[in-house]
């Protein structure tokens, strides 16, 4: 059992920065993949980043790529999400996620850039409010 608890959210302008972390109890957290997600009022969930076991594999949906950063301290049982030139199509509950496969391929899109499936996660945090104003 696993259970994600996230933190950092808030509200900021665009082009602006914050970090989501994540933090998991339980002593197996450094086995699992982990991955960020978001839900923007009206829209379906949607993948933003995962990242293997290690942290040696991180990939990112093609709407964030090279804004965001996705790493993890297994020392700590933490996973972040940093969130740099913020837009306000960001706004989103963001939610972190452990898959028990720690090292999952993820599919690739050529539409929306790489992502694992929600249905591949086994624990969910309770979710965090983003809001970047313009």
């Known amino acids: 059992q696993v259970q994600l608890v996230e933190s950092g959210g808030g509200l900021v302008q665009a082009g602006g920065s914050l970090r989501l972390s994540c933090a998991a109890s339980?002593?197996?957290?450094?086995?699992?993949?982990m991955g960020w997600f978001r839900q923007a009022p009206g829209k379906e969930r949607e993948f933003v980043a995962g990242?293997?076991?290690?942290?040696?594999?991180?990939y990112y949906a093609d709407s964030v790529q090279g804004r965001f950063t996705v790493s993890r301290d297994n020392a700590k049982n933490t996973v972040y999400l940093q969130m740099n030139s913020l837009k306000p199509e960001d706004t989103a509950v963001y939610y972190c996620?452990?898959?028990?496969?720690?090292?999952?391929?993820?599919?690739?899109?050529?539409?929306?850039?790489?992502?694992?499936?929600?249905?591949?996660?086994?624990?969910w945090g309770q979710g965090i409010q983003v809001t970047v104003s313009s």
């Open positions: 339980g002593r197996t957290f450094s086995r699992y993949g």
């Open positions: 990242i293997n076991w290690s942290g040696g594999r991180a």
């Open positions: 996620a452990a898959d028990q496969e720690g090292d999952r391929i993820p599919y690739y899109s050529s539409s929306a850039g790489y992502y694992t499936e929600e249905g591949s996660y086994d624990y």
